[in-house]
T-cell receptor
Framework: AQKVTQAQTEISVVEKEDVTLDCVYE???????LFWYKQPPSGELVFLIR??????QNEISGRYSWNFQKSTSSFNFTITASQVVDSAVYFC????????????FGTGTRLQVFP | GAVVSQHPSWVICKSGTSVKIECRSL??????MFWYRQFPKQSLMLMAT?????????EQGVEKDKFLINHASLTLSTLTVTSAHPEDSSFYIC?????????FGPGTRLTVT
């Protein structure tokens, strides 16, 4: 069965600290996509990244970076030099495009960045 | 990027009444739309998958007679919460599917009094 686990419920850091949000997934399929979304207090989901199961290259986008490791079924997200505006709930999600294409979300990690 | 809108953004209704939420894909055609529900401080839970021109597929535990979904065109899906009760108060989010990527609407906050 598909499952996404975000073990960290809440993380608090001080501005400029680096922080890593963990995501572990379970799937029986060999073809799947992994996602990260940000949900600020306004509620609207903001797409951050999509990674397909055949691309294990790590990705960096500004202060954001992602580490995809199939061997450990993990897709961790690191924010470097965190800022107050990074405060939000972050969701990791999994989809199986050749199954139903629906997204299975993790429980989310609430990140609070203090000045 | 693709844009999805929802209307209304928030609504307050009395217990026993019905509420309709619209989800529109503004600059793309969405053969498939998804409806999620999110309770405070919880994750998004998929309620149903809506395919244009056919009946929606509901997730286990979701009452199809209570949450009526209509996907009449490639750019519009509607969710009607019938005979709403306070426990239906939640944040409802829709998404439109395009090339294996989902684009989310801003959400509708429903409060049933």
């Amino acid at each position: 069965a598909q499952k996404v686990t975000q073990a960290q419920t809440e993380i608090s850091v001080v501005e400029k600290e680096d922080v890593t949000l963990d995501c572990v997934y379970e799937t029986r399929d060999t073809t799947y996509y992994l996602f990260w979304y940000k949900q600020p207090p306004s509620g609207e989901l903001v797409f951050l990244i999509r990674r397909n199961s055949f691309d294990e290259q790590n990705e960096i986008s500004g202060r954001y970076s992602w580490n995809f490791q199939k061997s450990t079924s993990s897709f961790n997200f690191t924010i470097t030099a965190s800022q107050v505006v990074d405060s939000a709930v972050y969701f990791c999600a999994l989809s199986e495009p050749y199954n139903t294409d629906k997204l299975i979300f993790g429980t989310g990690t609430r990140l609070q960045v203090f000045p | 990027g693709a844009v999805v809108s929802q209307h209304p953004s928030w609504v307050i209704c009395k217990s026993g009444t019905s509420v309709k939420i619209e989800c529109r894909s503004l600059d793309f055609q969405a053969t498939t739309m998804f409806w999620y529900r999110q309770f405070p401080k919880q994750s998004l839970m998929l309620m149903a998958t809506s395919n244009e021109g056919s009946k929606a597929t509901y997730e286990q535990g979701v009452e199809k007679d209570k949450f009526l979904i209509n996907h009449a065109s490639l750019t519009l899906s509607t969710l009607t919460v019938t005979s709403a009760h306070p426990e239906d108060s939640s944040f409802y989010i829709c998404s439109g599917d395009s090339s294996y990527e989902q684009y989310f609407g801003p959400g509708t906050r429903l409060t049933v009094t």
